[in-house]
């Protein structure tokens, strides 16, 4: 045991103490061809001992997801001056997006031991290991957390993810319920009270949609969702409503036109028998899905769709190239299988 102790104090202070500014690998003073890298970089050349120049060029490094040059930043700007919180932050980013999530954690650990009352380093470390899947031991950071700020909302969602993670729904929901009773403009929160509660039919799922809509009227998703959440219920007028607001307020938005159009061709099925209502709803269908394969020419399924809307119309010939569009697409296509647009092409050519 006092050995294990022994490698473990030796391998920390590598990391924290042993790297001294004058021993830790400089990054090269070449050109990135990125103004803001370049800036900093002819700055650290007149001020080489100045920690925030390279905190911040880390930070410039870690935008243009050039993670190694981050790291090496970060690690100069701890060794050069280590009483700064938000380097440990700096340096936990650039090897977290490295993949060097294990030595990412151990940094925040080290800090939050050094800064005990540093909430951000709490929050995250608690989100990095919820992302790595140690939900127990993100459980017990945001514990110790509650301890020095008791309803963090920022905690409280991020609890609430890892519960959900976890599978525990119900507990997961009320964490986000808490989230939005301490900030009540959480976006993020109310969203994911929404799609909790549209998996288990709760009744108050539209109005949390409508409170992230309060937030931000035009989030696609909140918009889709509230559409779905009456189509998938055959509420077909309200449903209506809603693709319709929402394509107002997302014109080109090729999930919304497709959904829409989804749902008017299930119409259109369903009337069968009332020829001349089907053919309004197929053609309402085929025009949203042209409307998605515009605004995304990669939508193999709308494409699909789109031919079989046609050929409900009886438009043989353009019903056929839009399943060839579909099928020359085939690694786009989601659900439907390229069977199934082969055995459609194979039945027009009859």
Known sequence: MRIYSFLLFFGLSWLFGACSAENVNESPQQSYDIPAIDQLSQMIAKSPKDASLYADRSRAFWEAELYKEAELDAEKALALDSSKVEYYAVLA?????????????????????????????????????????????????????????????????????????????????????????????????????????????????????DNVLR????????????????????????????????????????????????????????????????????????????????????????YYYKGLAAERLGKKEMALQEYENALRMEVFLRVIEPSTVEAAIARLRI
Do not use: W
């Open 215 to 302: 937030i931000d009227s035009t989030y696609e998703d909140a918009l889709l969702l509230k559409a779905q959440y009456y189509h998938f219920r055959s509420k077909y007028e309200e449903a209506e409503a809603a693709y319709e607001q929402g394509i107002l307020r997302q014109p080109m938005s090729p999930n919304l036109n497709y959904n829409l159009a989804l749902m008017y061709l299930e119409q259109g099925d369903q009337a069968a028998k009332q020829t001349e209502k089907a053919q309004d709803f197929f053609n309402k269908a085929l025009r949203h899905f042209d409307n998605a394969t515009k605004f995304d020419p990669q939508f193999a399924n709308a």
């Open 93 to 209: 980013d650039a090897y977290f997006d490295n993949q060097h999530s294990l030595s990412a954690i151990k940094v925040l650990e080290k800090a939050i031991d050094r800064f005990p009352q540093a909430v951000p380093l709490y929050l995250k470390l608690a989100e990095m290991q919820n992302i790595v899947k140690q939900y127990q031991e993100g459980m017990l950071v945001l514990d110790k957390l509650e301890k020095i700020q008791p309803s963090q909302p920022d905690a409280l969602y991020l609890r609430g993810s890892m519960l959900r993670d976890m599978g525990d729904t119900l507990k997961a929901l009320e964490s986000f319920q808490a989230t939005v009773e301490q900030d009540a403009d959480y976006l993020d929160a109310y969203m994911q009270l929404a799609i909790l509660g549209d998996k288990i039919d709760a009744p108050y799922t539209v109005s949390y949609i």
